[in-house]
Structure formats: C-alpha cells, structure tokens
T-cell receptor
C-alpha cells in the first residue's frame, strides 16, 4: 500500500463542516502537514502538527492526530465555496528532510 | 516578482523534442525541488538541490535532467519523453533541509 493514503473526493454543502482523513504507515513520523492546492496553483502549507500533539486549532481549521492508529484529520468549520481545492496530507520522520505526500483529496463545496 | 515562478505554464511537445522547464525563486532560499503531479497519484519527488548540489535523485529516468546553476534557479531539461510523462511539474523551494516548502504554480506538460 501507499505510505500516505487519502480518499480522492469529498463533497459538502456550504456552511457544513468538512472532515478530510489521512492514514500513514511510518510510525516514526514526527511532522504531519496539510497542504491546499487551489485550481491552477501550486501547493500551499495550511497547517502542521508535531507528533507529540493530538490536536491543533487555527481559526476554522482543526487538526486531530491519533498516533496509535496513524490517523490524521483536517476539519474545516463553516465550509465556504472558496475552500474548494485539493487537500494534501504529508508526513515526515525526524530522520528525513523530505515530506511524503498522499494523492490529495478534492473537496467540492456546493450551495 | 515574489515567491516561486515557473515557466512555461503550459507546454506541448512531441516525443522527439527537447525542451526545458524553468523555476525561479525570489525568497532567498537555499534548497529547491522538482515534483511530478499526476492525476490520482501521490505527489512524486523527483530531485532535490541544496546549496546548488543535488542531494536526492528519486529513481527518475535519464530523459529528465535537472540543472541548478545557482540557488535561485532550477531547470528541468526534457528529451525523448513518453506520453506517460504528461503531468503537472511543480517546483518548490525551502530555507534549509528540512524546511517549509513553497511551491510554484506548476508547468503543465503534455507529451504527444
């Protein structure tokens, strides 16, 4: 299987919460990231979490980490049409300087 | 100019052509990367340069040839490509290894 797995698509209604899930295999992962790619653009770092944390909140974004299950999630509260994008999960172990990315989840927000 | 700039944004080439992709970063970073983004596949790291030295070559076919003449510029020279090489090629830079990656908008390559 892949090192970082994500579902390919998520569709939500405007105003609802979105939850994008990610699982990874490397138990030595130290840093976990969420990147956002808007249409026609490159990836932009949204947020990150260290493996010694289990939650991080930043305005409408909440990152949850379950290290035992190697599961990372990104919750977007009050999802807006401007949140429509591809969201990439990535992980990096302390011994590596390059993050490993997943396939990306396309978030579609409809009225 | 700010950030990471890639040119051309779109490129169509035949299998016998030779072309180059260019990346320029205006962030004062010392590490630069090439990634390949194909539909429904994980983002694939191709090459990493740190202080103008190649530090990673991720089993990339020799028809892709990177060049990093200075810390601000990175090229990807293309020759004798295959249709399966059609993808979005993303350049990124960071301050040091490891570091937060700043991506360009990508060069969409189509090989006929």
């Amino acid at each position: 299987g892949e090192d970082v797995e994500q579902s390919l698509f998520l569709s939500v209604r405007e105003g609802d919460s979105s939850v994008i899930n990610c699982t990874y295999t490397d138990s030595s992962s130290t840093y976990l990231y969420w990147y956002k790619q808007e249409p026609g653009a490159g990836l932009q770092l949204l947020t990150y979490i260290f493996s010694n944390m289990d939650m991080k909140q930043d305005q409408r974004l909440t990152v949850l980490l379950n290290k035992k299950d190697k599961h990372l999630s990104l919750r977007i509260a009050d999802t807006q049409t401007g949140d429509s994008a591809i969201y990439f999960c990535a992980e990096r172990s302390g011994g590596s300087y390059i993050p490993t990315f997943g396939r990306g989840t396309s978030l579609i927000v409809h009225p | 100019e700010t950030g990471v700039t890639q040119t051309p944004r779109h490129l169509v080439m035949g299998m016998t052509n030779k072309k180059s992709l260019k990346c320029e970063q205006h962030l004062g970073h010392n590490a630069m990367y090439w990634y390949k983004q194909s539909a429904k596949k994980p983002l694939e790291l191709m090459f990493v340069y740190s202080l103008e030295e190649r530090v990673e070559n991720n089993s990339v076919p020799s028809r892709f040839s990177p060049e990093c003449p200075n810390s601000s510029h990175l090229f990807l020279h293309l020759h004798t490509l295959q249709p399966e090489d059609s993808a979005l090629y993303l350049c990124a830079s960071s301050q040091d290894l490891p570091g937060e990656l700043f991506f360009g908008e990508g060069s969409r390559l189509t090989v006929l």
